[in-house]
């Protein structure tokens, strides 16, 4: 299925003041590079963030929130976030700080 281009716009929105946004075709979606390092996929029905692995675990137990997992692995500071956790504006950008600020540490 195609990314969601309603959260595309939203997350090209989101980005829009870094300076090295590249997006590219990955995990199933559309995946935005920041600096070089993956920050944020938009998918169909979802958003894939790579966060600090240190608040994985506190993270998950969000509602529409679960580890991502590919080829039977669990990928710790990898989340995949339902879009319906992320339709009001507060809760998106919540995700796309996680993201932002864990990129910026890498």
Same mark, same amino acid.
């Given at each position: 299925? +195609? +990314?969601?281009?309603?959260?595309?716009?939203?997350?090209?929105?989101?980005?829009?003041?870094?300076?090295?946004? %590249?997006?590219?075709?990955?995990?199933?979606? #559309?995946? /935005?590079?920041?600096?070089?390092?993956?920050?944020?996929? %938009?998918?169909?029905?979802?958003?894939?963030?790579? #966060?600090? +692995?240190?608040?994985?675990?506190?993270?998950?137990?969000?509602?529409?929130?679960?580890?991502?997992?590919?080829?039977?692995?669990? @990928?710790?500071? @990898?989340?995949?976030?339902?879009?319906?956790?992320?339709?009001?504006?507060?809760? /998106?950008? @919540?995700? #796309?700080?996680?993201?932002?600020? /864990?990129?910026?540490?890498?």
């Amino acid at each position: 299925m +195609p +990314p969601n281009e309603s959260l595309l716009r939203r997350v090209r929105d989101a980005l829009r003041d870094e300076r090295d946004v %590249v997006e590219k075709k990955m995990f199933g979606g #559309i995946t /935005f590079m920041v600096n070089g390092r993956m920050c944020v996929s %938009v998918g169909a029905r979802r958003l894939m963030c790579r #966060i600090d +692995p240190v608040i994985h675990e506190a993270v998950t137990k969000q509602r529409a929130c679960r580890t991502v997992v590919m080829k039977g692995r669990a @990928y710790r500071g @990898y989340v995949h976030v339902d879009e319906s956790a992320v339709r009001r504006k507060n809760d /998106f950008e @919540y995700w #796309i700080r996680l993201a932002r600020e /864990f990129n910026a540490k890498l």
